[in-house]
């Protein structure tokens, strides 16, 4: 069933378009992802759709009695309620139900209503409609499904009584989004909702929208996050949206093949014309072909002419380098407490850092990882325990708060400042590697976005060209685009990174160490972010064996399942690794098959038996070898299949 149709859709501001011809439809149960540029008018949808903003022309077809819920980004609730009593709001009409039954309750147990036997069965009659009406509505089952979703989004019995007033921005964020998920809307338009929320709570939110009963719509820069919940992928760019089936990591496949499709088709059509106005330039002042040189020209003017898959969609182009390098031992924490005013939020943290590693901070919100970068970087002192550093160990700080940009300062300034003996022409340069060009330097600090001004910070971190990058939140505020870039960089860096993110995307690419921080100390894993969850669940179920929660046999089939499920994933890449061999090596055998074959249509050849018989020879060895490499490809796709 179709929960929501848009098309034709056309919206601009002034004179600038935003959007051109959308078309976008989403069924009941699909779960589809919204993903471009910043800018690109992505929000701008999601608000039309919502009804808060309006649209020049076009058409949007919601069946009726659809139930739309939507929050944007940065939302949050405004209330003098405590958080329970503002969650009970959304079920008035429950609990005036509930009161109802509990009237007719009290009129049963009165003794006299035996007396007058059709009052009797007239109330035992209501009471049955609306008990069965209250119990398929939801009415016995909403405070547990509140309890629930509170505790999902981090927020605990001891929790429920406090004013809302009194609580911070991002935890009003996340009540705003319970609140939502509580109403079940049959399409839930999600813009941004990752904001705010740490690794567990998206675990969590992961989970709750794979079985959610609607359609849901969502915007996000979080990539894992889309992975794990969306089955297509609308993309805004130039105006307008292209659909793909599938998740994110499979659209950003399609978007491959495509674009390499596209730029061929471009070329082609810029081939063509081309030829048609060096034809129109040559004929047209000549008496004998200026009707044909005046009937190409019309079909320059009439045909819609493909623009260049690379138009409008610059990409910033940076990367890290070092002055020197580090010793070996970059860094050693021990028994570290960190915190403000003598008051640890983190304690007997112990740590060693080596030269190249690329470490992950994770933990819960609130446990102390941006305060633990602080403190290593010197901004603020640890309460208790040393912080050695080793030699030539020279620090680059990316502060999520982009604290030490200065408001009043151009973008210009920002970096020359900093950087005097460059002279401007080189800044400017740097600048436009980071998508700041003409009049964009010398915009404020205080009035660019978040991108913005992480961008700005990024580029000031590569000028540093420090050995050690301490990096906090450094996706936050970026495009996806900006995002591949960056982690591309960053793979790139020949020296070390400890960094604190919530992008499991990210850590997945760069992290070769993940750091579990909690209250009480830090756990290290070798290995990226899928590895640390296994490890820890694993870790878990022998915590959970050795305390008698699990039965012996139970946990030692998970073991042993869990062993073989490595096996088989080792196997599986080992697989993978060759397949994508063989394609490279049938790639270069095709084309010397083509080679081949092309030489043999060559009236030359066929005069010259000799080169002939040899050309020939070639072509056989050629296709034996395919032959072979082929019958391994085959049998090494049905073994990954039968994986």
Known sequence: MIVLQVNQLHKSFIADEILSNVKLEINHRD????????????????????????????????????????????????SNLSIWDEMMTIFEHHQKAEQELRSLERQMANPDIYEDPDSYARIMSDYDIKQVAFKDSGG????????????????????YTKPIQSLSGGQKTR?????????????????????????????????????????????????YFLDQVVNFVYEVSRHKVK?????????????????????????????????????????????????????????????????????????????????????????????????????????????????????????????????????????????????????????GYYDQEQAKLTGNRSVLKELWDDWPLFNEKDVRNILGRFLFSGDDVNKTISSLSGGEKARVALAKLMMVKANTLILDEPTNHLDLDSKEVLENAL??????????????????????????????????????????????????EIRLEQAGVLEVGV??????????????????????????????????????????????CDPKIFQDHEQLLTLQKELESFKEEQEVLMTEWVGLEEELEEL
């Not at 919530?502 to 750091?515: L, Q, S």
């Not at 100390?521 to 870790?539: I, N, S």
Request: glycine share 6%; no cysteine; proline share 2%.
């Open 31 to 78: 779960r589809v992802a919204l993903v471009g540029r910043n800018g690109t008018g992505k929000s701008t949808l999601l608000k039309i759709i919502a009804g808060e903003l309006s649209y020049d022309s076009g058409e949007i077809t919601i069946p009726k009695d659809t139930k739309i819920g939507y929050m944007e980004q940065h939302a949050g609730i405004d």
């Open 555 to 600: 946990a030692t089939t998970k073991h042993s399942t869990s062993t073989i499920d490595k096996d088989a994933k080792k196997k599986e890449r080992k697989i993978s690794r060759r397949l994508e061999e063989l394609e490279l090596l049938l790639q270069t055998v095709d084309e010397n098959i083509n080679s081949v074959e092309e030489k043999l």
């Open 243 to 395: 659909r793909f089936v599938g998740n994110y990591s499979k659209y950003l496949e399609e978007k491959a093949k495509t674009y390499e499709l596209d730029l061929k088709t471009f070329e082609r059509q810029q081939s063509e014309k081309t030829k048609l106005e060096d034809f129109v330039q040559r004929n047209l002042a000549a008496t004998s072909t200026t009707k044909m040189a005046q009937s190409r020209r019309k079909v320059l003017e009439k045909t819609d002419w493909m623009e260049s898959p690379d138009s409008d969609e610059k990409s910033a182009k940076f990367g890290f380098s070092i002055n020197r390098h580090s010793g070996k031992d970059v860094l050693k924490l021990e028994d570290v407490s960190v915190g403000y005013s003598d008051k640890p939020v983190s304690q007997d943290v112990n740590l060693r850092v080596f030269r190249e590693d690329r470490i992950a901070l994770v933990g819960p919100n609130g446990v102390g990882k941006s305060t633990l970068l602080k403190t290593v970087v010197k901004d603020i002192a640890p309460i208790t325990g040393s912080i050695q550093y080793g030699t030539n160990v020279q620090f």
């Open 140 to 159: 016995y089952q909403y405070e547990a499904d509140t309890r629930s979703i509170l505790h999902g989004m981090q927020f605990f019995t001891d929790d």
């Open 175 to 223: 009540l705003a989004l319970t609140k939502l998920l509580l109403t079940k809307p049959d399409l839930l338009i999600l813009d941004e909702p990752t904001n705010h929320l740490d690794i567990d709570t998206l675990s969590w939110l992961e989970r709750y929208l794979q079985g959610y009963p609607g359609a849901i719509l969502i915007v996000s820069h979080d990539r």
């Open 491 to 540: 793979i790139d860096y020949p020296g070390t990174i400890l960094f604190v993110s919530h992008d499991r995307y990210f850590i997945n690419r760069i992290a070769t160490k993940v750091i579990d921080l909690s209250k009480d100390g830090a756990f290290e894993y070798l290995g990226d972010y899928d590895y640390f969850v296994e490890k820890k669940k694993e870790l878990e």
